[in-house]
């Protein structure tokens, strides 16, 4: 819906989600593609619809840190109606308590792209980063030659920096 001046606005004449949605939408839709295939449009839907409550109120100051938020609390939804798996080691990624905003998104942030990593790439990385282990150690663990969890590390650090320029 425009209004006079040309303004595009929804319903209740907020042009703050349209803006958002333009800006973020081919940005979001990737992030999904990626992690859930086929139940991209649903959650991108489902994403938008969430995000234009805080849009109506005024309270996006992060856009891309408050759609991972709704995007990760649809995953939660999502894997609640679905079969329940268990978690590995690897999924699991402890990251401590941020206080300022700044750091909360910068956390979110590198959890999603810790996520979304290949598994293998991501178990070298976990247990490297987190878990603190040395390569030999890791190749121990993993039953892998110390010079694949190099391999495997400097792929997971270029593909954290890939992630990160978005």
Not at 19 to 42: E, I, K, N, P
Not at 64 to 71: M, S
Not at 139 to 153: A, D, F, K
Request: charged share 30%; glycine share 4%; net charge positive.
């Amino acid at each position: 819906m425009s209004d006079r001046n040309g303004e595009v606005k929804d319903v209740q004449g907020d042009p703050g989600l349209h803006d958002l949605y333009r800006q973020y939408s081919g940005w979001l839709t990737a992030r999904l593609r990626r992690r859930f295939g086929d139940d991209t449009d649903d959650i991108a839907q489902e994403a938008w619809i969430r995000a234009a409550t805080y849009s109506r109120r005024g309270m996006v100051e992060h856009p891309k840190a408050l759609l991972l938020k709704i995007v990760d609390n649809l995953a939660i939804d999502l894997a609640r109606r679905r079969k329940p798996r268990v978690l590995s080691d690897a999924d699991r990624v402890l990251l401590p308590q941020a206080n300022a905003p700044a750091e909360q998104i910068d956390e979110l942030l590198l959890k999603q792209v810790v996520m979304d990593m290949p598994p293998r790439l991501r178990a070298v990385f976990v247990l490297s980063r987190f878990a603190h282990l040395e390569y030999e150690e890791i190749g121990e663990r993993l039953n892998i030659p110390v010079t694949t969890v190099q391999w495997r590390m400097r792929k997971a650090l270029d593909y954290c920096a890939a992630q990160l320029r978005l």
